[in-house]
Structures are given as structure tokens and as C-alpha cells.
T-cell receptor
Framework: DAGITQSPRYKITETGRQVTLMCHQT?????MFWYRQDLGHGLRLIYYSAAADITDKGEVSDGYVVSRSKTENFPLTLESATRSQTSVYFCASSESTGRNQPQHFGDGTRLSIL | GDSVTQMEGPVTLSEEAFLTINCTYTATGYPSLFWYVQYPGEGLQLLLK?????DKGSNKGFEATYRKETTSFHLEKGSVQVSDSAVYFC???????????FGEGTQLTVNP
């Protein structure tokens, strides 16, 4: 089925480890986004991408790295995980530019860092 | 910068009660406004949107009107159901590229 898929759904790791969260969409949407969801903060933008090989930082990008070599994939890497990065991570995509375009979200990855 | 403020939760209602979740925003231009809903264990889904002043978005019995004079986009439903239990997020998009600014979310629980 078409849509946006995140993997894994759940991940437990230790501080200092590198971990990569995967995001794949089948719509060929130009824009893709990574958010983290924390109690009391709603969703905060980590990184976004306007197209393959074009990425930019959001409001909470420190400690995260992204890449986008193909339109359909947008992996998020925590280079050296810290406890403060324990969160639920959501990937989203949007068809085009324009402030009227809604975003389509994956089901999230719940990441726990011990 | 842009910001969205939602009423504090959690909100608990009985089935068939009237629902209002308040949302106000701060933006420098003319944003589009959205309500997203998140059911347990799932990602966010678009519930409704409005793109200009006085527009009313509606879906599944929910409504919200874009009020520029009060910078508000309150979500309402006349008669809630148990299945409406979820977290509701108000959001705005002002720039091109569809970047969204979210409120903190409001947890709604509807009891039978």
C-alpha cells in the first residue's frame, strides 16, 4: 500500500551508540520532515528536506544527522545517543511547496536511550 | 517567530457532550491553520484546515473557523463519541515548503 513507513517502531539503545531511524514514502513527495514528540512540547521539527540532496535544520537539530540520496527515503541518525534524545520520532511528507499543503505522517518510532 | 498556543489538557467529557478546544496563534504573515488528530499508537492525521480569514474547516462533525481578528482557530464538535478520544494538535504553516508549527496538543478522553 502507498504511504509513509517508519522503522523500527520501537528501539532501545545505550548512551553513546549510533542509531538510525528509517523513513520511506511511496508518494514521491518532494518534502520530508522529521519531528520529535515530547510531553509538554508538542512536535518539534528536527530536520526537513525539500528534495533529494537538499536538507535543512529545524529548531532542535543538535545531535542529529540526516541524508536524502533518494526522494523516497529520509533516514535520521543519532550519532552518539544521549538520554535527552529519548522520545517518539515522526517522519512526515508533503506533496509540494505552499502553505496549504498538509503533511502526512508515519506511525512513529519510540526510542528509549538507557 | 510563529507560535501556537492550545488550551491545557487533559479534557474529559461524557459521550454526547459539546467539545471546544481553544487554539490561538502568533504569526507575522497570513498563515494556513490546521487541526491534526493522533489516535493511540498512531501518527498524526489531518482533521481539517482553513487557508484564509473567515474560512471554516470541517470534517467528521468537527469544525473550526479561522478568526484573524482574534488570531484563533478553536476546534468544536457538537456531540462527541468515545471514538473521538485522542490527542488534538493545532498547527500553522506560514512559509512555503509546508513547514508546520505545532501547539502542545490536547488530550481528549470521552467516557461512555
Amino acid at each position: 500500500d502507498a504511504g509513509i513507513t517508519q522503522s523500527p517502531r520501537y528501539k532501545i539503545t545505550e548512551t553513546g551508540r549510533q542509531v538510525t531511524l528509517m523513513c520511506h514514502q511511496t508518494w514521491s513527495h518532494s518534502y520530508m520532515f522529521w519531528y520529535r514528540q515530547d510531553l509538554g512540547h508538542g512536535l518539534r521539527l528536527i530536520y526537513y528536506s525539500a528534495a533529494a540532496d537538499i536538507t535543512d535544520k529545524g529548531e532542535v537539530s543538535d545531535g542529529y544527522v540526516v541524508s536524502r540520496s533518494k526522494t523516497e527515503n529520509f533516514p535520521l541518525t543519532l550519532e552518539s545517543a544521549t538520554r535527552s534524545q529519548t522520545s517518539v520520532y515522526f517522519c512526515a511528507s508533503s506533496e509540494s511547496t505552499g502553505r496549504n499543503q498538509p503533511q502526512h505522517f508515519g506511525d512513529g518510532t519510540r526510542l528509549s536511550i538507557l | 517567530g510563529d507560535s501556537v498556543t492550545q488550551m491545557e489538557g487533559p479534557v474529559t467529557l461524557s459521550e454526547e457532550a459539546f467539545l471546544t478546544i481553544n487554539c490561538t496563534y502568533t504569526a507575522t504573515g497570513y498563515p494556513s491553520l490546521f487541526w491534526y488528530v493522533q489516535y493511540p499508537g498512531e501518527g498524526l492525521q489531518l482533521l481539517l484546515k482553513a487557508t484564509k480569514a473567515d474560512d471554516k474547516g470541517s470534517n467528521k462533525g468537527f469544525e473550526a473557523t479561522y478568526r484573524k481578528e482574534t488570531t484563533s482557530f478553536h476546534l468544536e464538535k457538537g456531540s462527541v463519541q468515545v471514538s473521538d478520544s485522542a490527542v488534538y494538535f493545532c498547527a500553522l504553516s506560514e512559509t512555503s515548503g509546508s513547514r508546520l508549527t505545532f501547539g502542545e496538543g490536547t488530550q481528549l478522553t470521552v467516557n461512555p
